[in-house]
């Protein structure tokens, strides 16, 4: 199973994190000041978190040369509330060097993708700067999932929940989430279905705002997506094969 592989590099990755011991330099951090996902959602009738996204194991590599720079200011130009950056390089190309430079190049809260399985790599997404992390339910215990929310408040960073089912849904609403994210993507099968958003959404009725992840593909799929009750959505793909990227994204709203 593909999440299999992908956890076993996070826990190489780990363990090298583990023998550098970034632990004890964490408290002597330079914090930036947090930009919050959850209220930014939140200030608006429909969010879009627009994601940095080279390459990924289901398309391969979507952008081959990419400057993350360029691409950010695009989607905050054309009216994304947050930027979402992967940062893994196995699988996706990605890197923490984006996270850093798209940072310091916009003004919008900047969410970290990418497989955290373990408190150490909160501390880095700390040191990249991130506002935000990602925690997958799919790839963690349910009391592993609580300690990691817990241990990303503790560092002043808000947490975005990901859910595929009914069951992961149960976990998410049991922690204390900032933002609730429904992945339309199986992530065994890599197949997107928008119906998981609209299946899903109406089992929830906490505070935190629910965006809709993967599949978006079109105007259409944004009012959708809104329809059926989203705060927001999380489009990766669609926007990085764009040319005009802040025309894509304005018309992803002009739509909502
Ligand atoms: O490119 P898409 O279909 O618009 O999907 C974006 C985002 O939802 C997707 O990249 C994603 C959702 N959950 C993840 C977890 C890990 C890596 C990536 C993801």
Redesign the pocket.
Known sequence: MFLKK?VATKQKEIDILKQKGQQDHVLSLAKNTPRSLSAALLATSFGIIA?I?PA?PS?GV?QAEIDPITIATEYERGGAIAI?V?T?RT??QGSAENLINVRASVGLPVLR???IIDAIQIEESLQMGADAI?L?VAILEEKQLKDLVQHAHQLGLEVLV?VHDEQELKAALSCEADVI?I???N?HSFE?NLETTERLLPMISSAQPVIA?????APADALRMKNAGAAG????????RQTNREQAIQALLSEV
């Open positions: 992908i994601e996204k990924s398309k979507i979402s992967l893994d699988y996706f993708k990418d497989f990602l997958i990901e994210g992945n339309n993507r992530l997107t992840e993967s599949g978006i593909h959505i999380l489009v990766g793909e669609y926007l990085m």
